[in-house]
T-cell receptor, first 112, second 114 residues
Framework: EADIYQTPRYLVIGTGKKITLECSQTMGHDKMYWYQQDPGMELHLIHY???????EKGDLSSESTVSRIRTEHFPLTLESARPSHTSQYLCASAPDPVYEQYFGPGTRLTVT | AQSVTQLDSQVPVFEEAPVELRCNYS??????LFWYVQYPNQGLQLLLKYLSGSTLVKGINGFEAEFNKSQTSFHLRKPSVHISDTAEYFCAVSEIQGAQKLVFGQGTRLTINP
């Protein structure tokens, strides 16, 4: 059983607020990923990390930022939330080499 | 770059009937192939994966998939479905090397009717 956690699970917030979505894993995985899942289900990679102090942008442009100061922690921040940011955000981690990614339960964000 | 096409957005099936969810992919490099399942309000759970070797892959919950390189397909099958199989199913590919990012298909909603 993979141990990857996301908090909060649900968040409703007003436009213009700064928010941080937390993602933590206890497996010591080097690689971590953030995916955005549209209401219509499709998932897109928005950020990934090879390891500590490594962050890269994904295939889908996002106004969010990430940091990787510790192996186990990969938070995602939105400086100023907007209704277009309403989505589900899924965090994943994987050992190197990657034969499987392990997903957290997701954070469902609604910006009003 | 890779792309994945799931040919059916919704598949309704009666309980105990067989089901096939179709997935085609496109890639200029060798890839790994995956099927994930997502139950309501949950993250993704791996059903099965193809890395190499036998083209018929067996996964959890009685699912299996067959890799067909010539047709660039990786269809998911189950001979007899149960109500509990109602969920969203995602086909995905990743590069064998590098960042190994997952590229997902659009998803297929499997609905099992009693």
């Amino acid at each position: 059983e993979a141990d990857i956690y996301q908090t909060p699970r649900y968040l409703v917030i007003g436009t213009g607020k700064k928010i941080t979505l937390e993602c933590s894993q206890t497996m010591g995985h080097d690689k971590m990923y953030w995916y955005q899942q549209d209401p219509g289900m499709e998932l897109h990679l928005i950020h990934y990390s090879y390891g500590v102090n490594s962050t890269e942008k994904g295939d889908l442009s996002s106004e969010s930022t990430v940091s990787r100061i510790r192996t186990e922690h990969f938070p995602l921040t939105l400086e100023s939330a907007r209704p277009s940011h309403t989505s589900q955000y899924l965090c994943a981690s994987a050992p190197d080499p990657v034969y499987e990614q392990y997903f957290g339960p997701g954070t469902r964000l609604t910006v009003t | 770059a890779q792309s994945v096409t799931q040919l059916d957005s919704q598949v309704p099936v009666f309980e105990e009937a067989p089901v096939e969810l179709r997935c085609n992919y496109s890639s200029s490099v060798s890839v790994y192939l995956f099927w994930y399942v997502q139950y309501p309000n949950q993250g993704l759970q791996l059903l099965l994966k193809y890395l190499s070797g036998s083209t018929l892959v067996k996964g959890i919950n009685g699912f299996e998939a067959e890799f067909n390189k010539s047709q660039t397909s990786f269809h998911l099958r189950k001979p007899s479905v149960h109500i509990s199989d109602t969920a969203e199913y995602f086909c995905a590919v990743s590069e064998i090397q590098g960042a190994q990012k997952l590229v997902f298909g659009q998803g297929t909603r499997l609905t099992i009717n009693p």
